[in-house]
């Protein structure tokens, strides 16, 4: 990993990359096996470096200071997590661990001083897990607005009942940030009848149904889980009443931009094991590297995540100066997780069966791209939204400004 500063940027923000990037190239990648193996040793290695990262002020750059955060704003972030990423342990041994994380900063926002002490600070201090249950099996994912969890005010309770189904780190959750729908006339605007409620785990009526499986592996984090007559006092509902689908907005808007800064950290580093590979294998009678085939993956890759790179540090520009950044998101969505994907198959592609085998990180990062274009709302719907956002201006005798 070679890290220089960047000349446009601020000295904190060099100094930031720079010492995240230390820990990460110097801790973190040498240490992955051994991590990954568990035990008493990965235990005493994570508790170490998440004592290194506290010590350099780089724990939990998503949260507030007053939180225990870094207080960064999107770019710094986005600058940060490209190299965090370079690592699948880089964003939880930095304090940034979703879903926790994305719960985190809802509860930050739309919390009460009540929800906070009982459930935000614990989760801070990693003594509680959290997830996020908001997709249905029998409902559009791609329309939020079409779920049918319904929460039913009773006294001084909700009673919740529905049926939800990929609810984040469900397995391991001490509680769950529940999307409901509670308003059931028919008028009114549809958005605004959705409640997020906190549900602890360990009460009756949250029925675990199962691990759902995913890309063929079992025993994952990813739960089916039926809420049948689920009683939870009034207090429990996460910011206003009907307030549910704005704060999932605000959740998902912001996940996905760090998704998207997620995805280029790995791009970066599957392009650095690719090129390395092409200076070092030698096949009919020359390296990899002097084969016409294998220049043009290089050079289509950097052109990839150069892109890549560029429009989502633009988004981050445009979100921290609390600009119109819809489409950006958007286009970042969409554009991100496909130059991924195609920066790893070039990986794959030369490397043969090692890129498929588990010799690498490569396969882990295709299908987690190739996740990430069903993730908080699929490609089609980000497209959707991009054109009608460009068509409105011209409607209204504009035309659209790329400078902004």
């Not at 299908?367 to 908080?376: E, H, I, N, S, V």
Request: aromatic share 6%; charged share 25%.
């Amino acid at each position: 990993m070679q890290i220089a500063p960047i000349p446009t940027l601020s000295d904190e923000i060099n100094d930031i990359r720079l010492r995240t990037a230390d820990i990460v190239a110097n801790r973190i990648i040498p240490n992955e096996g051994t991590i990954y193996a568990g035990g008493d040793k990965s235990k005493k290695l994570r508790k170490e470096i998440n004592e290194e990262v506290k010590k350099q002020g780089l724990w939990a750059p998503h949260l507030p200071e007053e939180y225990g955060g870094m207080g960064n704003g999107f770019l710094v972030h986005a600058y940060m997590n490209e190299i965090l990423a370079w690592s699948p342990l880089g964003n939880r041994l930095f304090g940034v661990i979703a879903p926790n994380s994305g719960n985190q900063k809802i509860l930050v926002k739309y919390g009460t001083d009540e929800q906070k002490k009982k459930w935000l600070i614990p989760l801070i201090n990693q003594e509680m897990e959290s997830g996020f249950s908001m997709t249905e099996p029998d409902s559009a994912g791609s329309d939020p607005r079409s779920l049918t969890t319904t929460a039913v005010k009773e006294g001084d309770e909700w009673v919740i009942n529905g049926h939800k189904i990929m609810t984040s780190n469900g397995q391991r959750a001490d509680f769950l940030v529940v999307m409901c729908k509670t308003e059931d006339d028919e008028g009114g605007e549809a958005n605004q009848k959705m409640t997020q409620i906190i549900v602890p785990t360990d009460i009756p009526g949250v029925n675990r149904i199962r691990s759902v499986p995913i890309w063929g592996h079992t025993g994952g984090d990813h739960m089916e889980i039926k809420y049948e007559n689920v009683r939870v006092p009034l207090e429990n509902a996460l910011g206003a009443r009907g307030s549910g689908h704005q704060a999932a907005q605000d959740r998902l808007g912001a996940g996905r931009v760090y998704h998207c800064m997620n995805t280029i950290g790995q791009m970066w580093r599957a392009f650095d094991i690719m090129v390395k590979y092409s200076t070092e294998r030698e096949v009919h009678g020359g390296k990899l590297e002097s084969k016409q085939f294998i220049q043009g993956f290089i050079a289509d890759s950097y052109m990839d995540i150069q892109a890549s790179r560029l429009m989502t540090i633009h988004c981050a520009e445009v979100m921290d100066k609390e600009g119109d950044a819809r489409v950006d998101i958007s286009a970042i969505k969409v554009f991100v997780p496909l130059a991924g994907g195609r920066v790893v198959d070039r990986a794959i592609q030369m490397h043969g069966w090692r890129g498929v085998s588990g010799d690498t990180p490569l396969a882990g990062m295709f299908q987690g791209f190739r996740t990430l274009r069903l993730a908080d709302g699929p490609d089609e719907v980000h497209r959707i939204l991009i054109a009608k956002e460009i068509l409105k201006k011209y409607h209204d005798g504009l035309s659209w400004d790329f400078g902004v």
